[in-house]
């Protein structure tokens, strides 16, 4: 799940109030309006669209908002925003099954698209009639499409896998720093990189961990694997996938041997350990450096680098979908397709890292060229564009994200509170099931 600062430009930003984890959809919070639709009219007798967002798109900071109006000064563009995703949801699907609450456009995460495609597609625009399919990756623009052939959702973005890293820390433990001789480190397989983190802890700074948390972990391995919680046929095999116990195995493993900090991503007390350098290095989708830049102090600028991961995976990227009950349902839909097209998409990446969901964009200079406060020099688009190119399609479903948190936040992260890896997995297993029975 993608993790973002707030936003602030005319947004409602609704307190948070469960755990985010991996992404469990937990809790309710108001997402927009409780009226149908936003008003017709906004400031000076504009047209006002509005957005229902989560985290931090990023479409502020870069300016987007500002452009589009500039070029329709008859459109007038607001924002709702729920800071986690597990708040945002369920109110989502809330109000798409009474049809009600909405706001003009709503942003759904990928582990969420499924279920939206399959139980709420009558409720939301085609955009297959305003977005360009040939701009977009096949596989995300798929994963919005219905069995029927609309599609419900435009990609804003996607996750390729990369792992963050202190070179100042790396250096300490007698670890190279440049970024080629890491990735070859653990090139090819996970065991590798725990192998390292072994290396890591063995000459560790004092009071670090070679990783953050037992959730990024195990999400980095899993983000890999074609098949995961579901087969392509749309079962749940997530108890009888080889792939998912390895994974899950590999971690606790790594927890056992104290690599792994004890912390849930996403908390307060998992912020403090990126302002306070408490680790070495993390599972790093685009999406989490500007998460590492927006808890960091000050001086860890520029101390952090990004190699490639020992495989290629995807972890995050939403979706704007339009509702049909929308008052401005066809501005707002035009809107979309011009916020996902590949020109934005790269002014995305190159100020808040959203890695474009259209190809097209990795050869722009915005990409290309763009350079992050933390990595300093490091050729962000570059690395991150040779992880794209090889990340597998998956199989997702319905239950992505309840599955992926009860894996996390209810089974590994126990390893690092003292369970052993068998307790932490049957209480993984229990709670997910309880969750896929409700």
């Known amino acids: 799940m993608r993790a973002r600062t707030r936003i602030r430009r005319k947004a409602v930003v609704l307190a948070a109030v469960a755990s985010l984890g991996a992404g469990l959809l937990a809790g309710c919070a108001d997402d927009g309006n409780d009226d149908n639709s936003s008003s017709t009219e906004g400031g000076g007798g504009k047209t006002k669209i509005t957005l229902g967002l989560f985290g931090t798109a990023g479409f502020e900071e870069s300016g987007l908002y500002k452009e589009y109006e500039k070029l329709h000064p008859d459109i007038d563009i607001q924002q709702t925003v729920v800071e986690r995703n597990e708040n945002y949801y369920p109110a989502l699907l809330n109000h798409l099954t009474t049809n009600s609450g909405l706001q003009d456009i709503q942003m759904v995460e990928v582990g969420n698209i499924a279920e939206i495609v399959q139980t709420q597609s009558d409720k939301l625009l085609d955009l297959s009639k305003y977005g360009k399919e040939s701009d977009y990756l096949e596989w995300k623009w798929q994963q919005a499409t219905t069995e029927d052939g609309q599609t419900v959702g435009v990609g804003t973005d996607i996750g390729p896998m990369a792992i963050c890293y202190r070179t100042d820390m790396f250096k300490a433990a007698g670890l190279p720093t440049d970024r080629e001789e890491v990735g070859k480190l653990w090139a090819g397989s996970w065991d590798k990189f725990v192998d390292v983190g072994k290396q890591y802890q063995d000459k560790a700074p004092k009071g670090t961990t070679f990783l953050d948390s037992p959730g990024g972990l195990l999400q980095a391995i899993l983000s890999g694997e074609k098949d995961r919680f579901y087969d392509s046929s749309g079962e749940v095999i997530y108890k009888t996938n080889p792939a998912v116990k390895d994974a899950f195995d590999?971690?606790?493993?790594?927890?056992?041997?104290?690599?792994?900090?004890?912390?849930?991503?996403?908390?307060?007390?998992?912020?403090?350990?990126?302002?306070?350098?408490k680790f070495a290095a993390m599972s790093c989708p685009p999406w989490m450096l500007g998460y590492i830049k927006g808890k960091s102090k000050p001086e860890a600028a520029g101390k952090w680098d990004i190699a490639q991961a020992p495989k290629s995976g995807n972890w995050g990227g939403s979706f704007l979908t339009v509702p049909k009950s929308g008052k401005n349902a066809e501005e707002a839909a035009k809107l979309a397709a011009w916020l996902t097209a590949p020109e934005q998409q790269a002014k995305l990446f190159g100020v808040q890292g959203s890695f474009p969901s259209t190809p097209a964009a990795y050869e722009s200079t915005e990409v290309t060229g763009a350079k992050n406060d933390m990595t300093g020099d490091a050729p962000i688009g570059?690395?991150?564009?040779?992880?794209?190119?090889?990340?597998?399609v998956q199989s997702i479903g319905p239950k992505d994200q309840i599955i992926q948190q009860g894996l996390t936040d209810n089974g590994v992260v126990l390893v690092t509170q003292g369970k052993s890896a068998k307790e932490a997995w049957d209480n993984a297993v229990k709670t997910i099931d309880n969750a896929l029975d409700q």
Do not use: C, K, R, V
Request: charged letters at 10%; hydrophobic letters at 50%; zero cysteines.
């Open 382 to 392: 570059t690395i991150f564009a040779e992880a794209a190119a090889n990340i597998p």
């Open 250 to 277: 590999l971690t606790a493993e790594a927890a056992e041997a104290g690599l792994i900090g004890n912390q849930t991503q996403f908390q307060p007390a998992w912020d403090t350990t990126i302002a306070n350098s």
